[in-house]
DNA sequence: CGAGCGATTGAAAAGACTCAACCACCGTGG
DNA sequence: CCACGGTGGTTGAGTCTTTTCAATCGCTCG
């Protein structure tokens, strides 16, 4: 219903691409990738996948900004994680067999390309370099959640802001921070109404400005300081 | 220096192995296998692994219970997992090139083997299914963290000691439960003060017996209701 | 028998949440 | 062009959970 046709992006030249886990690809591997892929365009809190459901295929985000999260109990939604253009989104479950087990959401305008789970896993088995850089990266997520865990078990709700505020830096890298207060206290693990409290004590220590929606980090080292990790 | 030799067993009769990763491995790969491992006994608080050293191998638990964690920044333990007989320990760091993100110190006497990484990446390359079968639980644990991360973000310590409690009697099955209070509350992710008045109430609520150090769980249903997942 | 660690308890303080109300901006329809 | 409704943002007050600190207890291992 909301497949509003947006340009088929070519793998070949899909910046995102270069410095994703398909960037080591040769030209024959490029070519097949961008015959098996389809495009999409997402609008501004469009799904891509819900919690539960059975995953058909992987997303590759061109363009855009995602947002990765489970509900808790009362529905809750919880963010694990924010992805950035390049990002292979939901190749977790292409392993377990199991339904997805968290859910994900376009954060803004998006462009995602699409590639099906038999593509996908044929790529994984005849392609050793890519299946390793698989497996590295599902490495790498496990190390981040351990801390992550470590972070929301100890640190207090100040430091996580200055955590994930230095994660999303890196994530809008020049752009302006730009989310609903609510998601980012989904992200911090707080009460919206606490979030916005310290974000005006953050700004009135030194560390953001804050325009109207959008963040802006003016004191990375000073948040560092803060996070304390 | 603390390597008293234990019983070298062999893994043809390793009941741990069975319900391993390695447990579909057929004759001769076991026998492979049997050459290539190594094993050693393990005192109580021996350490496998440090956070940040560098990996050489992957651990088997024949017998005994591992905690796996981290430590944050006023270095206070995060337990992230209790491994238990048949698991395999530190295959993730296998695969990033990176140092080991977590610790892994025994909990009690254990009985573990070894495996060398060029080994073990042998096996991999070599060993579709085994390698399909480590992709599952990289999956699979990315899961679990997920919930782990979303139950330290939303739920009070009462629910999340009635979860671990819960994991920890699929963990000891019919034994009971043998922890620390201080390790127990480092899994909660709470001060000890707090767990050990939460566990009194559980006593008078009727759903664990305390026998001096160690816990057994009498109503299960119950912590079910309490714990909410 | 003594040292020392782990377990326990109490009291006070701090951090965070909830609830309730209010504001501000934005797009819509009249 | 303006009133209206709605969503997202903000503020205040009170409450509750959880932590911290300090002290005590009890068991076990040399």
Same mark, same amino acid.
Request: neutral net charge.
């Given at each position: 219903?909301?497949?509003?046709?947006f340009?088929?992006?070519?793998c070949?030249?899909?910046?995102?691409?270069?410095d994703?886990?398909?960037?080591?690809f040769c030209?024959?591997?490029?070519?097949?990738?961008?015959?098996?892929?389809?495009?999409?365009y997402?609008?501004?809190?469009q799904?891509?996948?819900?919690?539960?459901?059975?995953?058909?295929g992987?997303?590759?985000?061109?363009k855009?900004?995602?947002?990765?999260?489970?509900?808790?109990e009362?529905?809750?939604e919880?963010?694990?994680?924010?992805?950035?253009?390049?990002? =292979?989104?939901?190749?977790? &479950?292409?392993?377990? !067999?199991?339904?997805?087990?968290? #859910?994900?959401?376009?954060? +803004?305008?998006?462009?995602?390309c699409?590639?099906a789970?038999e593509d996908?896993?044929?790529? =994984?088995?005849?392609?050793? &370099?890519?299946?390793? !850089?698989?497996?590295r990266?599902? #490495?790498?997520?496990l190390a +981040?959640r351990?801390?992550?865990?470590?972070?929301?078990?100890?640190?207090?709700?100040?430091?996580?802001?200055?955590?994930?505020?230095l994660?999303?830096?890196d994530?809008?890298?020049?752009?302006?921070?730009?989310?609903?207060?609510?998601?980012?206290?989904?992200?911090?693990?707080?009460?919206?109404?606490?979030l916005?409290?310290?974000?005006?004590?953050?700004?009135?220590e030194?560390?953001i400005?804050?325009h109207?929606?959008k963040?802006?980090?003016?004191?990375?080292?000073g948040?560092?300081?803060?996070?304390?990790?």
């Open positions: 219903m909301s497949d509003k046709s340009k088929h992006v070519s070949h030249n899909c910046e995102a691409r270069k994703s886990l398909f960037g080591s030209d024959n591997h490029v070519d097949e990738l961008n015959e098996q892929k389809s495009c999409a997402y609008k501004k809190n799904g891509l996948f819900l919690d539960g459901s059975f995953p058909r992987v997303f590759c985000l061109n855009g900004k995602v947002k990765i999260f489970t509900r808790g009362e529905g809750k919880q963010i694990i994680h924010i992805a950035g253009e390049g990002e =292979i989104i939901g190749f977790r &479950s292409m392993f377990s !067999g199991d339904p997805y087990s968290v #859910s994900a959401t376009a954060l +803004e305008e998006s462009n995602i699409f590639i789970k996908f896993l044929n790529m =994984i088995d005849t392609n050793a &370099s890519f299946r390793n !850089g698989i497996m990266e599902l #490495s790498k997520e +981040e351990a801390v992550f865990i470590t972070n929301m078990a100890q640190k207090s709700v100040r430091e996580r802001l200055a955590c994930i505020l994660i999303l830096k994530i809008y890298k020049e752009e302006e921070i730009n989310l609903t207060r609510e998601d980012l206290a989904n992200y911090v693990g707080t009460a919206t109404e606490t916005i409290r310290l974000l005006k004590d953050f700004k009135e030194g560390f400005e804050i109207t929606r963040l802006e980090i003016i004191n990375k080292d948040l560092i300081r803060l996070a304390g990790n």
